[in-house]
């Protein structure tokens, strides 16, 4: 699975982007990447993750769940941001795997969506960002 990361609005969120094949071991590997910074620190705003463009899956539930275990360990190294993060999945199992992983991460108490249309996504994400912190974000 290609996948291209940046960290825009000065490092206060992530676009990741991914492409192809998505495989449990490069979710993981580009979430570790994701939230390997020092989140006290410097703590994420926002995530946008772009799975637009995924033409084949290949993980098990098991890597759904290690990811919200992730997202969880993420979210307690930071508890004074809620993150708000939004998943663009337009094909229908992404759609549902993302829902399940929606339902799994829960205990982070960042506020997530699931959306399939990218300009509803960016809008949701931009209007949450802004309620949430009082930050404007572009996304750039």
């Not at 580009?30 to 410097?42: K, M, N, P, V």
Request: glycine share 6%; hydrophobic share 45%; aromatic share 8%.
């Amino acid at each position: 699975m290609p996948y291209q990361l940046k960290f825009p609005d000065g490092g206060r969120g992530f676009i990741v982007t991914l492409s192809g094949t998505l495989t449990g071991e490069e979710i993981l590997k580009s979430t570790d990447e994701i939230f390997s910074r020092d989140l006290a620190a410097q703590p994420l705003l926002y995530g946008l993750v772009d799975a637009a463009a995924i033409t084949r899956t290949d993980f098990t539930t098991q890597d759904v769940k290690d990811l919200a275990a992730r997202h969880i360990a993420a979210a307690q190294r930071m508890p004074e941001t809620v993150l708000v993060m939004c998943v663009l999945a337009i094909e229908s199992e992404i759609f549902g795997t993302s829902r399940m992983w929606q339902t799994l991460a829960a205990q982070t108490g960042w506020e997530t969506n699931v959306s399939r249309d990218r300009s509803e996504a960016v809008t949701w994400l931009i209007e949450r960002v802004a309620a949430r912190s009082g930050v404007r974000v572009t996304l750039e």
